[in-house]
């Protein structure tokens, strides 16, 4: 920087500084799938700015974009077994919005998980949870550790 001073020159002055991004792009994207339902599975991100909206974009597909205004979108009636690519941006303004976040790939699936704990041991017997076929409750079973 330097002042205009006529036929004088001042002493040159450098200011370093950073701009901030006024629209910054979501983070930490992810999709959480229903056990034993793929038909279901909800987006879930990090609000990086002050967005008040969002749009998301399913298997690059531009022209279908989806507008929602919370940091989670339960996706539903989707097709198990085939794969989905998932990106969101944040929509700042009426014509500001961030770049896109990190692409994820995700497959919802109908089979079933179960989930066995961390290694220990109560009683000799190791808890198992998994969830029933027909009606989606979670149950515990109990198996010998051995």
């Known amino acids: 920087m330097r002042a205009a001073c006529g036929s004088d020159e001042s002493t040159i002055r450098i200011v370093n500084f ?17 056990p034993g339902d793929g038909t279901v599975a909800t987006l879930s991100w990090h609000e990086a700015g002050e967005a008040a909206a969002w749009q998301i974009c399913l ?10 205004t919370d940091t989670a979108y339960e996706m539903t009636d989707l097709t198990p077994e085939q794969a989905i690519t998932a990106k969101v941006r944040a929509v700042c303004g009426e014509d500001d919005t961030s770049a896109w976040s990190s692409t994820i790939t995700f497959t919802p699936t109908d089979a079933f998980s179960i989930t066995v704990n961390d290694g220990t041991t109560t009683n000799e017997y190791v808890p198992v949870y998994g969830w029933m076929a027909d009606n989606g409750i979670k149950s515990q079973f109990v198996i010998p550790a051995a």
């Open 59 to 68: 298997n690059d597909d531009m022209d279908n974009l989806i507008d929602v």
């Open 18 to 34: 950073t701009t901030l991004v006024s629209c910054p792009a979501p983070t930490g994207l992810r999709a959480t799938l229903t």
